[in-house]
């Protein structure tokens, strides 16, 4: 099974700022890395696909790279909206694992 | 656009059993059964746990070593539903169940993603 996991595993920011989170994988994947957003309370909610694909109707401040292990996701300038958790998944195999997440407030 | 809808959550006891539906509805040009569908859950706290994939013609399913011999996905394309079969559940299965649609037909298929998912539907696992 590919292993992802994600740093930090939670992140303080300020409206405005720009952060990224990053997803390491236990094995080479190609592009193949998801990332979703979920809410308290919400279901997760996909943000970009293919690594770098912006999910149709997902603001522009949200950007992703990355290939073979190492991937990140981009946010700039923060809105109030943005501070939940963030997962990234692999789909290269099965399981279809996730990272464990990380919790920006 | 798409929406999925979960039911069948609830109590059960260690060692019951419980079947989870997902009522897919809004698909207009392609079919229900070109396309993988998930399940994926959350327990209180936690992060996100794949459990299953199931083919889009229902033929292939995956499941989780954690739930592999216990739980069983299916599907009936004829009414747009998903299934979770769970039994002999364990204390350690209580979680908010979401599916979610895949973009293959294959649960194999290099290069998917979850999108929509469902509500989710709460599985407590409690005597």
């Known amino acids: 099974d590919i292993q992802m996991t994600q740093s930090p595993s939670s992140l303080s920011a300020s409206v405005g700022d720009r952060i990224t989170i990053t997803c390491r994988a236990s094995q080479t994947m190609n592009t193949y890395l998801n990332w979703y957003q979920q809410k308290p309370g919400k279901a997760p909610k996909l943000l970009i696909y293919?690594?770098?694909t912006l999910q149709s109707g997902v603001p522009s401040r949200f950007s992703g790279s990355g290939s073979g292990t190492d991937f990140t996701l981009t946010i700039s300038n923060l809105q109030p909206e943005d501070f939940a958790t963030y997962y990234c998944q692999q789909t290269y195999s099965t399981p279809r694992t996730f990272g464990q997440g990380t919790k920006l407030e | 656009e798409v929406q999925l809808l979960e039911s069948g959550g609830g109590l059960a006891q260690p060692g019951g059993s419980l079947r989870l539906s997902c009522a897919a509805s809004?698909?207009?040009?392609?079919?229900?059964?070109?396309?993988?569908m998930n399940w994926v859950r959350q327990a209180p706290g936690k992060g996100l746990e794949w459990v299953s994939s199931?083919?889009?013609?229902?033929?292939?399913?995956y499941h989780a070593d954690s739930v592999k011999g216990r739980f069983t996905a299916s599907r009936d394309n004829s009414k747009n539903m998903l299934y979770l079969q769970m039994n002999s559940l364990r204390a350690e299965d209580t979680a908010i169940y979401y599916c979610?649609?895949?973009?293959?037909?294959?649960?194999?298929?290099?290069?998917?993603?979850?999108?929509?998912w469902g509500q989710g539907t709460l599985v407590t696992v409690s005597s």
């Open positions: 199931v083919s889009g013609n229902g033929g292939t399913t």
């Open positions: 809004g698909f207009t040009y392609s079919s229900f059964s070109s396309f993988v």
């Open positions: 293919s690594a770098s």
């Open positions: 979610a649609k895949g973009d293959c037909g294959t649960p194999s298929c290099f290069n998917d993603w979850f999108d929509p």
